[in-house]
């Protein structure tokens, strides 16, 4: 099976215009267009059901000491983390291809209620839910695809793990509200094939990717 996008090749710079955040005119950090990107795939195994889609950045900070500091930098040697920026589940096994925007277009404050996807798909929370839990203005449930807003004086490159897999079941059968934990629980035994495309971002002017 695999996994491509027209909108990044794989392990190259994702495009800001896909990103939650971006470098400012007068700010290190603005919003972005916030697109999902295009992705397609094929190849999947004889008896798939249905997929599984995820996006994971696998270089967040464990601590956030120096997170967005002015006169400080995030260690690359820190200790790093998984934050999930989109969940989608039940996707129809007719389903190949997902449109640049087609999912996310735009920052949604407090987050999109309920995000287009596939007819039956279903989108888990992301984890700008607890990252702006504290903030007025921005808290809420995050649904669906929110993209790249690394730290922007973090000394390490940002890699984001685009991951499809293939399902033995239509459903994985999770109602309400979801997260990683639970998808991952309930796709174990179904999974018969899997895939990945991989992409970078930083914020950060000394940082290339």
């Keep these: ?9 794989d392990g190259q710079r994702i495009p800001a215009e896909f990103a939650f955040g971006k ?5 290190p950090c603005v919003f972005s267009d916030n697109r999902n990107p295009q ?5 999947a195994p004889a008896g798939t059901r249905s997929f ?3 996006c994971i950045d696998s270089d ?38 997902l449109a ?3 999912c996310s277009d735009g920052v949604v404050a407090r987050g999109k209620r309920d995000p287009a996807g596939p007819p039956g798909s279903r989108q888990g929370v992301n984890d700008y839910t607890g990252w702006f839990a504290g903030d007025a ?34 459903t ?14 309930a796709m174990q035994g179904h999974v018969l094939a899997e895939a990945e495309l991989t992409g970078t971002y930083s914020l950060n002017p000394d940082v290339r990717g």
């Design 1 to 9: 099976m695999k996994l491509s996008s027209r909108s990044f090749a």
């Design 23 to 27: 470098p400012g005119a007068d700010s």
């Design 39 to 43: 992705l397609a795939w094929s190849g």
């Design 52 to 54: 599984v889609l995820m």
């Design 60 to 97: 967040v900070p464990t601590r956030d000491d120096d997170v967005n500091q002015p006169g400080r930098t995030v260690p690359h040697d820190l200790p790093r983390t998984d934050f999930v920026h989109w969940l989608m589940i039940d996707i129809p096994p007719e389903c190949g291809e």
């Design 100 to 102: 640049a925007g087609s």
């Design 137 to 170: 203005a921005m808290a809420g449930d995050y649904l669906g695809y929110d993209g790249p807003c690394p730290p922007w004086n973090d000394a390490r490159l940002h890699h984001y793990h685009f991951r499809l897999y293939a399902l033995d079941v239509p």
């Design 172 to 185: 994985l059968g999770l109602h309400g509200r979801f997260g990683l934990a639970e998808v991952r629980q």
